[in-house]
């Protein structure tokens, strides 16, 4: 959908206010089938349409554009620390390789899993989307050490984050405020400044290629995170901002 729709790419934090011209709810995008045409109606905050967009998971492995990163103070450090736990069900969390490098970017945390239940009594060491994984039991943060950990093992990994995330209000894990975690502070807007709002069209063909949360009584969707394969990804691929 975004490879054609100029400013109307789909990005974390974007609100999905209506799904066909009803609400937006999970039943409502399970309910479209293959082939049915979709309108999404988007809300987007002021300072978030001002900001550089977050890239399409897995962007920079296509040559796509990539977003800009906060220049750090000149004495700033990053930050880097260890968690350790044990592998009981899912991680549940999703990850970019940073292929020949040994690395893996954090690109989003499921609501469920190792990395939520680790998250929710962890403070300064809980993971966030943004941090960098150097290190996975002692040796190289990749995709295949990650499959290697079986149920039971205790994994320690090691995280490195950059100053100004560090410093700054950390985003909520998905699905966070239904089960009372801390939640991330808006930015705050200037006065005159307004909330963005379009729509998007696109046909339902194979996965959508989002993860979402539904903002429960309200008839809307938060996007936590947009997957570097699917109906969202082929429309943001050309679509801007």
Do not use: W, Y
């Amino acid at each position: 959908h975004n490879q054609t729709s100029g400013e109307s790419a789909i990005h974390a934090g974007d609100l999905i206010t209506s799904v066909n011209g009803g609400e937006a709810t999970a039943a409502a995008m399970a309910g479209v089938v293959e082939g049915q045409k979709i309108r999404l109606t988007i809300s987007r905050g002021p300072q978030q349409a001002a900001a550089p967009q977050p890239q399409v998971m897995g962007a920079e492995d296509r040559g796509e554009r990539r977003a800009v990163a906060p220049q750090a103070a000149p004495a700033a450090e990053a930050q880097s620390f260890e968690v350790d736990f044990v592998k009981k069900g899912a991680l549940g969390i999703s990850l970019r390789e940073l292929e020949g490098q040994g690395k893996m970017k954090v690109t989003g945390v499921l609501a469920e899993g190792c990395i939520a239940r680790h998250n929710q009594t962890s403070g300064e060491s809980a993971i966030h989307a943004g941090d960098l994984i150097t290190s996975v039991n002692g040796g190289e943060a990749t995709a295949a050490a990650m499959a290697g950990v079986v149920e039971g093992q205790k994994i320690r990994l090691t995280i490195s984050r950059g100053p100004q995330q560090a410093a700054a209000p950390q985003p909520q894990v998905m699905g966070a405020e239904d089960r009372g975690e801390r939640r991330a502070v808006a930015p705050q807007a200037a006065p005159a400044a307004e909330a963005q709002s379009f729509e998007v069209d696109f046909v339902k063909k194979g996965a959508l290629g989002i993860s979402l949360r539904e903002l429960e009584g309200q008839g809307k969707m938060k996007v936590t995170g947009v997957l570097a394969e699917g109906c969202i990804a082929r429309h943001n691929q050309t679509s801007g901002e």
